[in-house]
């Protein structure tokens, strides 16, 4: 009898292509992904992800070269995505929306060899590679006989898994984070980092392999692609993908195919409430709202409840550079802390500290640090901002943040977004729970824009429901009844919109930017005057 000890036993590295194999060996014949009236089963989608990736090594891509992803929502999309992972290539998402300078920037910065995008998006793409060298440059998917990576994928040859040999501390993607202060900068996730979160959102989500699950948000954002999709693809649960989230469409699909769970940004779940199909859809399938991305207002959090009775609620915090869940707020937690972000999930440490990083007693207000196996192993060619990130051996989130008795955790505001009002700190985000509970309110930003007197005079942009009118010194008098008198808004502005990423997100440093313009525009014509 051969003993164990005596075998020359290679444990498996932890990839997340060792575990897509795991997941097709279980899953074969079950339908992964339906994209538009195309329908692909596990083995389909894991078969051409293999197609595309030795076609990418065959072009001259080489293990650990960086891949530009730049376009929308598609089967085309998640192959490639899948096709890096099986090569060995550094999958590099960026967000559709951006100029042709910006995703220039990220082509030099990251070193890119390769770049795969949309076909409507080709000008920009032929702006932004003036210049550079690229041993691969070609489209997700297009509409004539253009060459593309789904041709690839459509194909009928066999395909065998690439011939590279792949560790868990390899680096899967380049995840950049929003510049607001500066150029863009890209988070390092290796396969075992990613790995650790999937498995935690798998048991802190209760993502069910026999729960069909609605993907509508961009997947060069975090949360869509490694909280929710990798994590439903592992375990074996069919996904209907749509190229862009659209309130009338997500209602279609989440009746036509039993939806059971939807990830949305606060902002987008404001707009389905809005939207005149709510009501009229049969929606009994849906079983899990997911939230996340930015805060969601406690008024909206209570018409959820209202509208959705039967459906558990999960409240989403996290970042880009912790893959990006760092806690939860499960559906039973939900009545008695509606405004809490939940607790770190099993595989996040998260403190309260100050700027000597002690940790700060329950109630008391600081900034949320956390370590764990999850969190980038650095910033790309930023080793000055990656020691800044990590001071004190946690990584640093930017969020202001308090926990309570229980170790429940509650976002104030990032730390940008906090407001200096002659001289008092106020949080954004009180100013605006304030307002929302007023009936005509159906979103609202508070922002600090530079005043003389205050420092930063707090300023809300608020969009009012259809058919509602109210007026600013309604909208001030009924925040007076919630705030005390330093924090009621100086001045409140309406709009019909607010200024939101493709990914849902209210993106506040545009509106200060722009008001701040107008402000500096003004004072110079009263001047001039």
């Known amino acids: 009898m051969t003993s164990i000890a005596s075998l020359d036993l290679q444990p498996q590295a932890h990839t997340i292509s060792s575990a897509l194999n795991r997941s097709l060996r279980k899953n074969a014949q079950r339908t992964a992904i339906r994209f538009l009236d195309r329908t692909w089963t596990y083995q389909q989608l894991i078969t051409a992800a293999d197609r595309v990736a030795n076609h990418l090594l065959q072009q001259g891509l080489q293990q650990g070269d960086r891949l530009v992803a730049y376009g929308k929502n598609s089967d085309a999309y998640v192959i490639t995505w899948l096709a890096c992972l099986r090569a060995g290539l550094v999958h590099v998402p960026t967000n559709f929306a951006l100029s042709a300078e910006e995703l220039r920037y990220v082509l030099r910065q990251s070193g890119a ?5 949309d076909i409507s998006l080709s000008a920009a793409v032929q702006q932004a590679c003036e210049g550079l060298s690229l041993a691969v440059s070609t489209y997700f998917h297009t509409d004539s006989q253009q060459s593309s990576l789904l041709q690839l994928a459509l194909a009928e ?10 560790k ?5 993607q380049l995840l950049y984070t929003s510049g607001t202060t500066a150029a ?15 498995f935690a959102c798998m048991v802190e989500l209760d993502i069910e392999p026999g729960e069909p699950v609605l993907a509508a948000l961009p997947l060069y954002h975090s949360a869509q692609m490694h909280v929710f999709l990798m994590p439903v693809l592992l375990r074996g649960a069919t996904i209907r993908l749509m190229e862009s989230p659209l309130p009338d469409l997500c209602l279609h699909w989440i009746e036509q195919e039993n939806i059971a769970s939807f990830f949305a940004p606060p902002t987008f779940w404001i707009a389905l409430l809005r939207h005149p199909d709510f009501d009229q859809r049969d929606l009994q399938s849906l079983k899990k709202a997911y939230y996340g991305a930015s805060i969601m207002p406690v008024p909206v959090l209570q018409e959820l409840q209202q509208r959705l009775p039967g459906v558990g609620l999960y409240n989403c915090y996290g970042q880009s550079e912790i893959a990006p869940l760092a806690t939860v707020l499960r559906p039973e937690e939900h009545a008695e802390r509606p405004a809490s972000a939940g607790r770190p999930i099993l595989t996040v440490e998260t403190r309260i500290v100050d700027l000597e990083m002690n940790d700060l007693p329950p109630g ?17 060619d930023k080793p000055e901002m990656t020691a800044e990130a990590f001071q004190g051996g946690w ?9 309570d008795e229980a170790g429940y955790l509650y976002i104030v505001d990032r730390i940008k977004d906090v407001i200096n009002t002659g001289g008092v700190v106020v949080a954004s985000r009180e100013v605006e729970e304030a307002l929302f509970t007023h009936p005509a309110v159906s979103e609202v930003a508070v922002i600090g824009l530079p005043d003389d007197k205050w420092i930063e005079a707090i300023t809300a942009v608020v969009v009012l429901k259809e058919g509602s009118e109210t007026t600013e010194q309604a909208l001030i008098q009924h925040a007076r009844q919630h705030l005390a008198p330093f924090k009621l808004p100086k001045k409140i502005l309406f709009s019909t919109t607010l200024p939101k990423s493709t990914a849902g997100k209210i993106l506040k440093r545009n509106l200060r930017k722009e008001l701040s313009e107008e402000t500096s525009e003004e004072l110079s014509k009263e001047t001039q005057e």
């Open 113 to 117: 060899r390769a770049l795969v995008s």
């Open 184 to 198: 863009p900068k890209a988070a390092m996730m290796t396969h075992k980092a990613l790995m650790a979160e999937y």
């Open 395 to 403: 990584f640093h989130s930017g969020d202001v943040g308090y926990m």
């Open 364 to 380: 008391q207000q600081g900034e949320i640090v956390h370590r764990s196996p999850q969190l980038l192993t650095g910033y790309w």
């Open 168 to 172: 868990d501390d390899d680096l899967a």
């Open 157 to 166: 040859t066999p395909a065998s898994a690439p011939p590279v040999s792949i």
